[in-house]
């Protein structure tokens, strides 16, 4: 990767939807190269899929709750289980597992305390849980979804 396509990297961080023509322009390349170097991102991975960011609020979904779990079955098949179980509830929209005092880190976006609340229910009846402590929000102070990339292409 190199500087160029870093550029790149950067313009479809702030609009996947900017054309091949306007990215060839601001990177100083013709079209062509341009969309060799973007096809070429995505089949290596390094851009996994382009998609429109929603505003939480203006749909309703205006709680967000960061969930720290202990689990009490560390073994390869309990991980592999919570990981499923956890992975297939679309209100987690953030999935880690940590190292410290917590085995899990999620964030987790609902309408109000009602739903977070039927979401408590359905992960600890899946699920045989040590421990899980909810933090509430009660502001988004900032949220990004835009890498900090080196400037020089550098990885």
Known sequence: MDSIDTK????????AGISIAEIAQRVNLSQTPCWKRVQRLEAT????????LIDP????????????????DHSGQGLQHFAEVVSAMPEVMEF???????????????RDMAAYDRFYKRLIEAIPLKNVTSRFTMQRVKSTTTYPLPSDGAR
């Open 8 to 15: 790149i990297l950067m313009l479809l961080q702030e609009d």
């Open 96 to 110: 880690y597992r940590m190292a410290g005092d917590v085995d899990y880190m999620l964030r987790v976006v609902v």
């Open 45 to 52: 991975g390094v851009i996994q899929k382009r998609v429109a």
């Open 57 to 72: 609020e203006k749909v309703g979904l205006g709680l967000t709750v960061f969930v720290c779990i202990e689990t009490s």
